[in-house]
C-alpha cells in the first residue's frame, strides 16, 4: 500500500489568504493571530500571507469565491466567529457561511480551511481564541498548509 499524505512544511514561495470576519473581533483578531503564527512556524514568507476583512461570517464566501475565481492564491484560511444569540440568526448566518466556503472549496477544487468558530456562549469562543482549548486559527491554518502539501503530491 502506497500512503500519501501532506505535512507541515511550506518552502516560503507559497501565496496564502486569510480571509476573517471583523465581527466578533475581540476573537477573530486572536484567530488572526494564531493563523499567522501558524504560518510562519512552518516555513511560510510573511510577504506571501494577505489578510483580507470582511464584515461579518456571512460575507467570507464571497469573497472566497471571488479570490478562487482570481486563482492567485495556492491557499485560503477563512476565519470568524459566530456566537449564538436569543434569536435565530445565529443559525442562519452560520449555516450559510458554512455552506458557501463548502461550495466554493468544491466548485474551485481548493484548499481552503474552515477556522469559523460557531459557539453557544462567548466563553466558549474565548477558549478556542487561545486560551484553554488552544488556537483554533492556528490549527485552521495548520490544516490549510497539510492540505496544500498533499495537494502537490497527488
Request: hydrophobic share 40%; charged share 20%.
Amino acid at each position: 500500500m502506497t500512503k500519501i499524505e501532506g505535512d507541515l512544511r511550506l518552502n516560503g514561495s507559497e501565496k496564502v489568504a486569510i480571509i476573517a470576519s471583523r465581527f466578533n473581533h475581540l476573537i477573530t483578531d486572536r484567530l488572526i493571530e494564531g493563523a499567522r503564527d501558524s504560518f510562519l512556524r512552518h516555513g511560510g514568507n510573511d510577504d506571501h500571507l494577505d489578510l483580507l476583512l470582511v464584515p461579518g461570517a456571512y460575507e467570507i464566501p464571497f469573497v472566497l469565491n471571488r479570490l478562487l475565481s482570481c486563482g492567485n492564491y495556492d491557499g485560503v484560511c477563512c476565519l470568524g466567529a459566530v456566537i449564538r444569540g436569543a434569536t435565530p440568526h445565529f443559525d442562519y448566518v452560520s449555516a450559510e457561511a458554512t455552506k458557501g466556503i463548502a461550495s466554493s472549496t468544491l466548485k474551485y477544487n481548493a484548499c481552503v480551511s474552515f477556522g469559523l468558530l460557531t459557539t453557544d456562549t462567548i466563553e466558549q469562543a474565548v477558549e478556542r481564541a487561545g486560551t484553554k482549548v488552544g488556537n483554533k486559527g492556528f490549527e485552521a491554518m495548520s490544516a490549510l498548509i497539510e492540505m496544500m502539501s498533499l495537494y502537490k503530491k497527488i
